[in-house]
């Protein structure tokens, strides 16, 4: 009898090392897998949910995640539209644990650039938030004009006023690493 406990006792160990090593092997699969997610691919996995992103600023924008390109993102509030670079992101708060695989080559190619351009071509009145030295932030309004590759024109105008040379105040060049956020209309005053 001294014998049957014996083994029984060494098999339970058996299973018991058995199983910590399974798990120690789940652990260090997931811990390789969660090294390979981007932040974006997070973001992806988040479309649809409502999330706060923090900006370099210090202001906090909420909104419906709707859309995640290669650079920027895409908040939906009530009344507003936010268009935010993805580096101009200092955390999120809300995204869940769901992952969504990267994106097309065509649409990593869409980046920054071509949703401003995008924006030019509507010519959409927007509140362009801009990063200062102080990490602090300060709005324009106006209308995008041109698009280069890490800047764009804004035709500054005063509230309410339509895109028409004769309404634009000044002429400013915003380089793309100034931008904090573009908040856009919905029918609504900015």
């Known amino acids: 009898m001294r014998w049957d406990a014996l083994f029984e006792d060494m098999e339970a160990q058996l299973a018991s090392e058995r199983l910590l090593g399974l798990e120690s092997e789940i652990s260090e699969r997931a811990r390789v897998e969660m090294a390979g ?3 974006s691919d997070r973001l992806r996995g988040a479309i649809g949910q409502k999330i706060d992103v923090t900006l370099r600023s210090g202001t906090q924008v909420s ?3 709707s859309h995640v ?3 920027s993102l895409v908040l939906d509030e009530a009344r507003h539209q936010w268009l935010v670079p993805v580096t101009a992101a200092l955390t999120y708060q809300g ?3 769901q992952v969504r695989a990267g994106q097309s080559r065509a649409s990593q190619r869409l980046g920054l650039a071509s949703a401003l351009r995008m924006l030019a071509r ?4 927007l509140a362009v938030h801009l990063l200062e030295a102080a990490r602090e932030e300060r709005t324009m309004r106006g209308v995008i004009d041109r ?3 890490d800047h764009f024109d ?3 105008m005063l509230p309410g006023e339509v895109r028409r040379s004769g309404n634009v105040v000044s002429v400013a060049t915003i380089p793309f690493q100034s931008l904090a956020a573009l ?3 919905r029918g609504q005053d900015l």
Do not use: K
């Open 37 to 39: 997610i981007d932040v």
């Open 63 to 65: 909104g419906t995640l």
């Open 183 to 185: 908040r856009s209309l």
């Open 122 to 125: 509507d010519r959409a009145e």
């Open 154 to 156: 804004l035709a500054v």
């Open 69 to 71: 390109g290669s650079e």
């Open 147 to 149: 698009v280069g590759r």
């Open 95 to 97: 995204l869940g644990r």
